[in-house]
């Protein structure tokens, strides 16, 4: 029975990660991954001794109850927080069943062959990582935590010290080489993520997803927990695949994401604040009338329509402009907001169609020949910095090319420079219109000129 509903489970999420793969089908692939996590939860309870089933339910009350917390109480821009403190459990997770693996090797049903040593040191190992790198990346979304500079070279010391104990601990099962793997891969996992920040944090995030995906590998086969060996591999492979994507589109590698960071803080702190250069500011009466002798319009989402909740006001400006004749159209790029797919989220949950999302290689060629590209607060994704400055931190990331259309309507608090620590000449740029203040009550007051006024 406990084998069926590990097989029914790992079918289940399977089916969500093909689910998952497409927006269309996102929410039939998120139900099969609560059903294949029901299934899972189910054969564990039934996997265990009869005298343990009564922790095991506490246990599982007490997460649920959390869980039920968390989604009820965590806002929508806090997302990526808490997908980072996820990945810091489940790193955690991965320490403790390997301490507990290690010590009570007969409860966990693992014999401690040099096979399954070498397994419980790697679900150790990557498992630490995870939890201290996760935790650190919480602080950093979270605001709590800024950029520090770590040499390279001791985060090479700290890998080689790492993959050496790692060996020793394989060829010889000492407890001392367990407690110093243990403790240097936390040293590890905080010294490779303190350093990256700005536009990066997203492929961190998506990278951290990959961790824990081969944690929970690495612990399957300590424990011959098949779900979790076929599960983690899921996990693992798909956020390997979806980091490379997402570094593909910023024109980067993994490896100058992970050991990149050092250079990237030492250009932040040559910020090109404005100095005195002019400006071109606009109210919403101003913005409206641009809009409404407009034919076609490009919305532009970013962290600022996370922070300010301005997905629903931005949906109903653009039903009014459709209203009135006006094309338009969304455009996401592969790092906007905070973790993978931020902007396809809050969009989604704004009611906005599929069919009106694209993605950056599909729209850019679009900027041209467009009348209005509405920016809202995507700072670092449209800096043309990326393009012709060699000397800032996002050189050679592709950008969404804003500054080709006609005109720019820029909505965003103040004129200071975006997460990546770089000033955005798009700012004072001639066709440019910045909008200053909070972005959600900026639009609602477009929307309701439009609404007044004739076309």
Not at 19 to 24: I, Q
Not at 150 to 159: A, E, R, S
Not at 312 to 335: S, T
Not at 443 to 454: C, F, M, P, Q
Request: aromatic share 8%.
């Amino acid at each position: 029975m406990v084998d069926a509903l590990f097989l029914a489970a790992a079918v289940c999420f399977i089916l969500a990660l093909r689910g998952l793969s497409s927006a269309e089908t996102a929410c039939r692939g998120n139900l099969f991954g609560i059903f294949g996590m029901i299934l899972a939860c189910v054969g564990a309870y039934l996997s265990i001794n009869f005298l343990d089933m009564g922790f095991t339910l506490l246990a599982i009350a007490i997460g649920g109850g959390i869980g039920v917390y968390v989604a009820r109480v965590v806002s929508i821009t806090a997302l990526p927080q808490m997908v980072a403190g996820f990945h810091s459990l489940i790193g955690l997770a991965a320490v403790l069943i390997s301490f507990g693996a290690y010590y009570a090797p007969g409860l966990f049903r693992c014999a401690c062959s040099s096979c399954n040593v070498a397994e419980l040191g790697l679900g150790l190992a990557i498992g630490a990582v995870t939890f201290v790198g996760s935790a650190v990346a919480f602080m950093k979304l979270h605001g709590n935590c800024p950029n520090y500079r770590v040499p390279q070279m001791l985060n090479v010391f700290f890998g080689a010290l790492v993959l050496s104990l790692f060996s020793y601990f394989v060829f010889t099962g000492s407890e001392t080489a367990l407690l110093l793997l243990a403790a240097f891969s936390l040293i590890l996992g905080g010294t490779l993520v303190l350093p990256i920040g700005g536009a990066d944090m997203p492929v961190v995030v998506s990278l951290l997803n990959s961790y824990s995906g081969w944690t929970a590998s690495g612990i399957g086969f300590t424990i011959d927990n098949d779900l979790l060996i076929i599960t983690g591999a899921l996990v693992g492979a798909s956020g390997a695949i979806l980091s490379y994507i997402m570094c593909r589109g910023m024109n980067r590698s993994i490896l100058d994401v992970i050991f990149g960071s050092v250079d990237r803080i030492e250009s932040e702190d040559r910020l090109r604040i404005s100095e005195s250069r002019p400006i071109k500011c606009g109210s919403a009466e101003d913005a409206a009338m641009v809009l409404r002798n407009a034919r076609s319009v490009i919305i532009v989402p970013g962290y600022g329509m996370a922070t300010s909740r301005a997905q629903y006001a931005l949906k109903e400006m653009a039903d009014v402009l459709r209203n009135r004749g006006v094309g338009v159209k969304y455009a996401i790029h592969p790092v906007a907001g905070r973790m993978p797919g931020h902007m396809n989220v809050l969009l989604a949950e704004a009611g906005v169609s599929y069919e009106d999302v694209f993605e950056l290689e599909a729209i850019n060629g679009e900027f041209p020949s467009c009348d209005v590209a509405y920016v809202v607060g995507a700072n670092d994704i449209t800096n043309p910095a990326a393009l012709n400055d060699p000397s800032c931190s996002i050189y050679g990331m592709p950008i969404l090319e804003v500054g080709k259309a006609a005109t720019v309507l820029f909505l965003k608090r103040s004129l200071g420079a975006g997460y990546a620590g770089v000033d955005n000449e798009l700012f004072f740029a001639s066709n440019t219109m910045m909008l200053l203040g909070d972005a959600k009550a900026t639009t609602e007051d477009v929307i309701k000129v439009l609404r007044n006024s004739g076309r």
